[in-house]
């Protein structure tokens, strides 16, 4: 098992460009989380799935940022367009039912 | 908004030495879970605790819970070089499934 596959682990934009990071969870979990994490404001939940379905998206900051999950394979986050306020490192978690979090390893995004 | 505050915000001891923090939380809970995050890395989960336990163990750690003063404790006993790490607790409202995380303690353990 290969673990929770984030890319890219790295992102260097300008701002007013888009950005967008990917997640491939684990085989079997049907749950998935987007997590940011900054020194400031520590780790939010950003937007979570059940089943492909956003469940709740009240973290999302704005509506320059949007999620989806088409399959139960990927699941990609978009910022756009990105602002500098929206470098952070953003994690993808995902679960089985009732089973602990496995993260991702995480992609570190910086907006100049 | 963060559910859990954790203390200390860092602790230092040398190996050998236990280390201990705190988490308090604000509302009705599931479970509240451990987790550990080595610079640069994702979080690993560590243990969980559900509401009507009152202590865990696993290894060197050991966890408790107080549901009525909304707190729990991580013990990492006989410590060692390699335990350096942020921990977090994590906690899952009751009836939410997304875990709500805390400031984290920064934990230095000296060789």
């Known amino acids: 098992d290969a673990g929770v596959i984030q890319s890219p682990r790295h992102e260097v934009t300008e701002m007013g460009q888009e950005v967008t990071l990917r997640c491939k969870p684990i085989?079997?979990?049907?749950?998935l989380f987007w997590y940011r994490q900054t020194m400031m404001r520590g780790l939010e939940l950003l937007i979570y799935f059940n089943n492909n379905v956003p469940i709740d998206d009240s973290g999302m900051p704005e509506d320059r940022f949007s999620a989806k999950m088409p399959n139960a394979s990927f699941s990609t986050l978009k910022i756009q367009p990105s602002e500098p306020r929206d470098s952070a490192v953003y994690f993808c978690?995902?679960?089985?039912?009732?089973?602990?979090?496995?993260f991702g390893s995480g992609t570190r995004l910086t907006v100049v | 908004s963060q559910q859990g505050e954790e203390d200390p915000q860092a602790l230092s001891i040398q190996e050998g030495e236990n280390a201990t923090m705190n988490c308090s939380y604000k509302?009705?809970?599931?479970?509240l879970q451990w987790y550990r995050q080595n610079s640069g890395r994702g979080l690993v989960h560590l243990i969980l605790i559900r509401s009507n336990e009152r202590e865990k163990h696993s290894g060197r750690l050991r966890v408790t819970l107080d549901t009525s003063k909304k707190s729990s404790s991580l013990l990492i006993t006989a410590s060692r070089a390699a335990d350096t790490a942020s921990y977090f607790c994590a906690t899952a409202d009751t009836g939410r499934r997304a875990l709500t995380f805390g400031s984290g303690t920064r934990l230095q353990v000296q060789p």
């Open positions: 509302t009705s809970i599931n479970n």
């Open positions: 978690a995902s679960t089985p039912p009732g089973g602990s979090y496995t």
């Open positions: 085989s079997g979990h049907d749950y």
